[in-house]
């Protein structure tokens, strides 16, 4: 049988520099492929490709066994390759049915909203997948919504199935899900393509592993055949060093953050965002916040960071009431922050990494005289935090928009770690990088917290709050439900507590 997809000689150049070159890669009806590299070493590339939304440079493509190239992701749809991005291409305003349903041209131009439901129904159905089609996509959780997206794709007749980096959102409770529905499509013929940085996932889930480094394909094989070691080792050409974990006879030292009974009200929301939320972050101390998505995590986030504004209680900074201060006022007594969304929250990527380095600096007497900016030493600067932070593939005159995931992540915490940081609020600081960046910033955080910087760290990642953590804090629908020494706890009974199992 012809495969399901396969490249030869693929490549794609970007600006004059090849990104993807001479990618030979095969997909087998009935298999879950996974596609594995670093950050920026070609994966969502190759993906895209496929997906029509990018056109190769050189090479060729296949789709069983016949000529494949098209010329948008409309017309990669028609031919049965759809995509899964990271960021989901649903309308929150809409229902899950007329998501499902949306642009599909067997559905007729007029159809009431019971007609669509039970047309959904019918599609969920078939593939054994069910979300109550009446629901609006905003009041879905994340897991709820991917599981949407492949609802959709799977109505169009895709049989070839993209997934960008599924999990990096999900809880382990939802990402077991999703492998469990990704399991019963390859069993029933399709073939499916998982584009992650988590190599147990790899392990645990694909048939086939192929791995890119720096463009180029570097490895293709069965996974019965390798280990996770093997796997770090052919992403980025040596040994991955093993975290050192939490130093249990570290010392802290005075409270920085102090919270007292704060809570958040909304008028639309039908519980209190925050409710009566207690903590504290001494100097030296990392404070990891678990929870499920959703239970008040970046609410909390917001309210420390001046994002949002507080109902009731308090919040003080080295022992500085700082409730109803101003974000500014709160990042020059002392306060960094690394936000969920870099995209849209952390970084302008329309502007060059000097214009993004500079941001919160700019009135510096280091970069500043007066109203003008003195810009060789903001070029310096950004040459110093490129080369300290290894911040690959800035390009002079260029946006920072061309940098891949990672490397974006490494210039926020650049940014903000240059200042040097009394408290630093990490939101999610590794979601979507690759196993040896994540392990690079892990090993960050620790070094400052050595300097003495307290760091509130709030990640999805259960073993990553457990490994670098000295005290771990659940919330459950707004609340803090428990706080431990990270010593203390395992990922088990965590993950009772964010499920609201006491």
């Not at 593939?127 to 959709?152: C, M, N």
């Not at 704060?262 to 678990?290: F, H, K, M, N, Y």
């Not at 910033?441 to 490994?467: A, M, N, Q």
């Amino acid at each position: 049988m012809e495969p399901a997809v396969r490249t030869r000689g693929l490549s794609k150049d970007f600006f004059g520099q090849s990104v993807l070159e001479d990618v030979d890669f095969d997909l087998r009806w009935g298999e879950i492929h996974a596609l594995l590299g670093e950050n920026g070493a070609g994966k969502s590339t190759l993906c895209s490709i496929l997906a029509g939304l990018y056109h190769p440079t050189r090479g060729e493509m296949m789709l069983a066994g016949a000529p494949y190239s098209p010329h948008s992701p409309h017309a990669a749809l028609e031919a049965g390759v759809g995509m899964v991005y990271q960021h989901f291409r649903l309308v929150e305003q809409m229902t899950v049915a007329e998501n499902i349903l949306l642009g599909n041209p067997d559905v007729p131009v007029r159809m009431t909203a019971s007609g669509l439901a039970d047309r959904a129904r019918e599609v969920m159905d078939r593939h054994g997948l069910w979300i109550e089609p009446t629901r609006y996509v905003a009041d879905l959780a994340v897991g709820e919504k991917q599981q949407a997206e492949i609802i959709r794709l799977l109505n169009r007749g895709v049989k070839v199935l993209i997934l960008d980096e599924p999990t990096a959102v999900l809880t382990p409770r939802e990402a077991e899900a999703l492998f469990a529905t990704l399991r019963n499509l390859a069993d029933q013929g399709q073939g499916v393509i998982l584009v992650t940085h988590k190599l147990r996932e790899v392990q645990q889930s694909a048939d086939t592993v192929t791995v890119l480094r720096s463009g180029k394909k570097v490895a293709h094989q069965g996974v019965e055949d390798t280990t996770t070691h093997d796997l770090a080792r052919l992403m980025i050409g040596d040994d991955l060093a093993p975290g050192s974990g939490v130093d249990a006879s570290h010392t802290t030292g005075d409270k920085l953050l102090e919270l007292h009974s704060v809570s958040v009200v909304s008028d639309a929301a039908t519980r209190p965002e925050l409710d009566d939320v207690s903590l504290t972050v001494r100097a030296g101390q990392i404070v990891g916040v678990a929870g499920v998505s959703g239970n008040g995590q970046r609410e909390l986030a917001e309210v420390i960071t001046g994002l949002r504004t507080t109902t009731s209680g308090t919040i003080r900074l080295r022992g500085e009431d700082i409730s109803s201060q101003t974000i500014g006022s709160r990042i020059n007594k002392g306060m960094g922050f690394v936000p969920e969304d870099r995209l849209t929250r952390g970084l302008v990527l329309g502007l060059e990494i000097e214009d993004n380095v500079l941001l919160r600096s700019q009135r510096d007497r280091e970069f500043s005289i007066g109203p003008f900016l003195r810009l060789s030493a903001i070029r310096q600067w950004a040459r110093r935090l490129i080369d300290r932070f290894d911040i690959r593939g800035v390009r002079k005159g260029l946006p920072i928009s061309v940098l891949s995931g990672g490397n974006l992540q490494r210039l926020i915490l650049a940014r903000e770690l240059s200042r040097q940081p009394a408290l630093l609020v990490a939101s999610e600081p590794t979601r979507g990088l690759d196993v040896g960046a994540a392990e690079a910033v892990r090993t960050t955080l620790k070094t400052e917290r050595g300097r003495g910087v307290g760091i509130l760290l709030f990640s999805g990642d259960l073993e990553e709050v457990l490994g670098i953590s000295d005290e771990v804090v659940v919330m459950y629908e707004g609340r803090i439900v428990a706080s431990r020494p990270a010593s203390e706890v395992d990922v088990a009974q965590v993950g009772r507590w964010m499920a609201g199992v006491t």
